[in-house]
């Protein structure tokens, strides 16, 4: 399992994504869950995935291997819509599936798959999709400004309470960190490093990708406030008079 998150700012757009597989007492692996293709000044494309690992890296490598394709063949380098990329990546989500599902169906093995796909391509105004696992999408709107994916549900309540499109970057990025520390304390899946990206709009190059690592300052400052800050709240708040 893993957890990814990502915003569509009115100031640009934010994706992070813990880097935890295989999680179990004795066997935790770590793998990059963000793909990021990169042409400056004229499109950045990032794709976060979760699900069955081997299904979501063979979609990146049908990507890559189409984006060297013959001549005059639409690629994720050559689309003039992100909406075109999104449908690429969701038909290469069905290839896999058609060629590797029926195997490990045999064994019992989810193949199941989601993505996000986010970014922007000269032209066009940001845009994010949420890629379902049959290869159909949702995007996103000023209404629903983010996707989430993966072991969402326990993070989600922090970026439900705080961010709007208006939100500065910092202060997202401080809410997307504060919902990983969530997931991470209530689901051994999701765990560390986490990448983040920031996306500054209509800068058709990457801002901020950094990596956050067990031991990281702020990581540590935020994970210790924020369960300290709810310790204290939860102190202040009365009691229920009628168990008094």
Not at 90 to 119: K, V
Request: charged share 20%.
């Amino acid at each position: 399992m893993t957890y990814c998150v990502a915003l569509l700012l009115d100031s640009g757009m934010l994706f992070a994504s813990d880097s935890r597989t295989n999680a179990g007492v004795d066997h935790i692996a770590t793998f990059s869950k963000m793909k990021v293709f990169e042409r400056k000044d004229d499109r950045v494309m990032v794709l976060l995935s979760s699900g069955n690992l081997a299904v979501t890296q063979g979609v990146v490598n049908i990507l890559d291997r189409h984006a060297h394709a013959e001549p005059g063949k639409e690629t994720i380098w050559t689309a003039r819509s992100l909406y075109d990329v999104a449908c690429m990546v969701g038909d290469a989500l069905r290839e896999i599936q058609r060629r590797d599902g029926p195997h490990l169906m045999q064994s019992n093995i989810d193949f199941a798959a989601n993505l996000i796909l986010g970014g922007q391509i000269a032209g066009e105004p940001p845009r994010l999709f949420n890629i379902y696992s049959q290869g159909n999408f949702i995007e996103a709107t000023p209404e629903t400004l983010y996707f989430q994916i993966g072991e969402s549900k326990y993070g989600k309540p922090v970026i439900d309470r705080v961010v709007t499109s208006a939100t500065p970057v910092a202060e997202a990025a401080k809410s997307v960190l504060i919902s990983f520390d969530s997931t991470i304390r209530s689901n051994i899946s999701v765990g560390l490093p986490i990448e983040l990206l920031w996306y500054p709009r209509e800068s058709l190059r990457v801002g901020v990708h950094k990596r956050i690592v067990e031991g990281d300052p702020y990581f540590t400052m935020l994970r210790q406030g924020w369960g300290g800050g709810l310790r204290r709240v939860f102190g202040e708040l009365p009691n229920p008079d009628w168990l008094s």
